[in-house]
């Protein structure tokens, strides 16, 4: 199985794309958000992932970074129908929050033609905290991170050969998740930027955490491999070694900062 990183940045970069990934196992994938435009269409494209292959999604929360790119996923998906070029349904997993948002989006930007297609082959099904959501040979287990922002649902995921990955989603760590993280073998979870950068940042202003915070909860927590994300973009030449130098200092795991479209072998 493999983790693709579509996009790395938080909700205001211009020089990467927002933050969303795939988890892919053969030619088939999972997507996890879909950022805030058009833009995850050529995320897709340049990461060789053909949307036939993807039969699932699932969305964290309503931030715009996060949830506009589904109404193009949704545009895609309904157009390569019409084309006789996607095979079976998708199905979209989001919490109420997200359904009260998207499902009605999608219906009123869409032309008839396309938008025919939700209910009937493209599905918007509500999830709860604890429900088990089963794809590409992975059992899901769905959990709230009890945001102090927009309502938003991350994941714990055991792969096909049994490894734990855990998505915190773009917030500080929650002690409530603790359960869904301690000891997990991958850890994805949102740095908005360096500890020494945090006075130009701010990223507690935002309820964001730093590439310090990150590393010593899952240094705490006994995670295995640490894969950051959610990032300012005004660094992205310095980003991986610098952010992988500050987690270093305080992590004895495994590092990922990985840029758009990198791919880790999990």
């Known amino acids: ?31 996890v958000d ?26 964290t929360h309503a ?10 996923v949704v545009r ?18 989001c ?17 008839a033609n396309l938008a025919q297609h939700i209910g009937a082959r493209i ?16 059992k ?22 049994g490894q734990i990955l855990t998505c915190l989603g773009d917030e500080l760590y929650n002690p409530v998740t603790k359960d869904y993280v301690m000891g997990c073998d991958w850890l994805l979870t949102e740095a908005f ?16 955490c730093t590439v310090k915070d990150a590393a010593m909860m899952a240094q705490e927590l006994g995670v295995k491999r640490l894969v950051l994300y959610h990032t300012e973009d005004k660094t992205l030449s310095t980003r991986k070694a610098r952010y992988t130098a500050e987690a270093q200092s305080v992590y004895q795991g495994a590092i990922f900062v990985p840029d758009d479209l990198e791919s880790i072998e999990l």
């Open 34 to 59: 879909a950022g805030g435009g058009n833009g995850i269409l050529r995320q897709l494209e340049d990461a060789k992932l053909s949307i036939g292959h993807m039969h699932h999604l699932f969305i």
């Open 140 to 161: 899901i287990t769905v959990f709230d991170i009890e945001s102090t922002k927009a309502k938003q649902y991350g994941f714990r995921a055991i792969l096909p050969g």
């Open 76 to 93: 895609l998906v309904a157009q390569s129908i019409n084309q006789g070029k996607y095979t079976g349904e998708l199905t979209i997993w």
């Open 95 to 111: 919490h109420d929050e997200v359904l009260a948002i998207i499902e009605p989006l999608c219906r009123a930007l869409l032309p």
């Open 123 to 138: 599905h918007f099904t509500q999830v709860h905290p604890n429900d088990t959501l089963l794809t590409l040979g992975m």
């Open 193 to 208: 930027c360096l500890y020494d950068d945090r006075e130009i940042f701010h990223p507690y202003e935002k309820h964001h």
């Open 63 to 72: 931030h715009t970074d996060h949830l506009l790119g589904v109404v193009w």
């Open 1 to 31: 199985m493999k983790l693709i990183m579509l996009g790395t940045g938080n909700a205001m970069v211009t020089h990467c794309y927002n933050t969303c990934f795939a988890l892919q196992e053969n030619e088939d994938f999972l997507l």
